[in-house]
T-cell receptor, first 113, second 110 residues
Framework: DGGITQSPKYLFRKEGQNVTLSCEQNLNHDAMYWYRQDPGQGLRLIYYSQIVNDFQKGDIAEGYSVSREKKESFPLTVTSAQKNPTAFYLC????????????FGSGTRLTVV | SQQGEEDPQALSIQEGENATMNCSYKTSINNLQWYRQNSGRGLVHLILIRSNEREKHSGRLRVTLDTSKKSSSLLITASRAADTASYFCATDVNDYKLSFGAGTTVTVRA
């Protein structure tokens, strides 16, 4: 079945540590996205990528980094510069042919300990 | 920045009743989309309505769009317990980028 897979489901980070969240899709979608969701709030865009080897900052990119070396993969690194990283992180992908409807992964919950 | 705002923030209804939620946005759009999120899960795409469409149906869902008022509504008819979720509207910022509202939390009571 085609879909988008995020791992791990839960992640714990110590102060000053970098962590990487994985996102893989087998939908052959060109575009991929990372969103952050805080309790009771909407989604805020961190980074997005329209094609391989290219990505753009979203609204809250500070303290985060991404890479897009393969069409299927769009990992997100939460760096120690991100002062309040505890949140629910959602990865999504989309295809022009679908009218830009997004397919989402099931999310990674990151907690600072 | 978030372009869409849903109203109400929360909604509690009895099973079998209809649920209506609204979305207002600020700038012109090409399309507007609605998503559902069950607790602790990712979002699921429900329906997309283009700016030249006024109404769209999908099963028990009915979406309207009024571009003159920059608003959209999502109606869920004959609600079920499984409809308990948060519902988000999203508007296209550009060809690839969507902006999501803060969502409406719907609780369907048995």
């Amino acid at each position: 079945d085609g879909g988008i897979t995020q791992s791990p489901k839960y992640l714990f980070r110590k102060e000053g540590q970098n962590v990487t969240l994985s996102c893989e899709q087998n939908l052959n979608h060109d575009a991929m996205y990372w969103y952050r969701q805080d309790p009771g709030q909407g989604l805020r865009l961190i980074y997005y990528s329209q094609i391989v080897n290219d990505f753009q900052k979203g609204d809250i990119a500070e303290g985060y980094s991404v890479s897009r070396e393969k069409k299927e993969s769009f990992p997100l690194t939460v760096t120690s510069a991100q002062k309040n990283p505890t949140a629910f992180y959602l990865c999504a992908s989309s295809n022009r042919a679908q009218g830009y409807g997004y397919t989402f992964g099931s999310g990674t919950r990151l907690t600072v300990v | 920045s978030q372009q869409g705002e849903e109203d109400p923030q929360a909604l509690s209804i009895q099973e079998g009743e209809n649920a209506t939620m609204n979305c207002s946005y600020k700038t012109s759009i090409n399309n507007l989309q609605w998503y559902r999120q069950n607790s602790g899960r990712g979002l699921v795409h429900l329906i997309l309505i283009r700016s030249n469409e006024r109404e769209k149906h999908s099963g028990r869902l009915r979406v309207t769009l009024d571009t003159s008022k920059k608003s959209s509504s999502l109606l869920i008819t004959a609600s079920r317990a499984a409809d308990t979720a948060s519902y988000f509207c999203a508007t296209d910022v550009n060809d690839y980028k969507l902006s999501f509202g803060a969502g409406t939390t719907v609780t369907v009571r048995a």
